[in-house]
């Protein structure tokens, strides 16, 4: 994972930035032109900063959970039905963070801490004033309360509110419709559930009122029939579409 990799690298990262801008004290031959410096003390002062690394753990672990659903959107085969599902698991996974968020931080906070003292940070927290207009100043008596207050907090509600824009129930309506495929029709046990799903296209049905004893039918179609041989993808019902 490209996170992990990031908290591997970190230490390394920050003992070469500090070579840079001490050459002489490591008995290092080159002389890095003034910019270059610069540049490097601007970068080591950001990554030693107990904010950098309490946001890089805040950042990792709540978006770890997502990388396998990231992949799977990716993947050619997956369905909408089995979408979804995977979508809602997720959301609710950053749900369940966000409640239990004043457990899951100690843990989190307390390996930001370990990552500070390796390289020689000090765990702080920001100087709270009376008015802050540039970042979260929410009042905090330690540092731990601090960053859950203004960093980790803040974060999941962000991450929450992309998730519900970005997935919203009211574009999933069209959706329903998949439920018809017959990999998903031979998995349903609620067909009165599955009626109320599938109401929107209820002006395109010739027959309404029969859509639930049609829906059994369809099911036991495909029930019947080898496990092999049920379409699982859109372009293979084709293959057994009427004509």
Known sequence: MRSSSSLMTHPSLCQCLERMLNPAENDQPWNWDRDTRVSAQGLLSTLTSFKFIVTF?????????????AQKLQENGLD?????????????KISDFRTNIDIEF???????????????????????????????????????????KNVVIPFLDHLTHELDSRFRQENRAGGDIFHLMPCSIVKCTDF?????????????????????NELKEWANT???KPVDSIPKQIIQCYSVADN
Request: proline residues 4%; hydrophobic residues 35%.
């Open 80 to 92: 909408v039905i089995d979408a979804y599902s995977k979508i809602d698991a997720k959301k609710k």
């Open 222 to 224: 495909w029930r019947a």
């Open 106 to 148: 100690i843990d989190w906070f307390s390996d930001a801490t370990k990552m500070a003292e390796n390289i020689g940070s000090q765990v702080e927290m920001p100087r709270l004033v009376g008015q802050q207009v540039h970042r979260a100043n929410v009042n905090a008596t330690t540092p731990l309360e601090y960053y859950k």
């Open 57 to 69: 753990y805040t950042t990792k672990n709540s978006l770890h959970c997502l990388k396998s659903l």
């Open 192 to 212: 009165d559930a599955l009626c109320e799903k599938l109401s929107y296209w209820e002006d395109d049905l010739p027959n309404p009122t029969a859509l639930k």
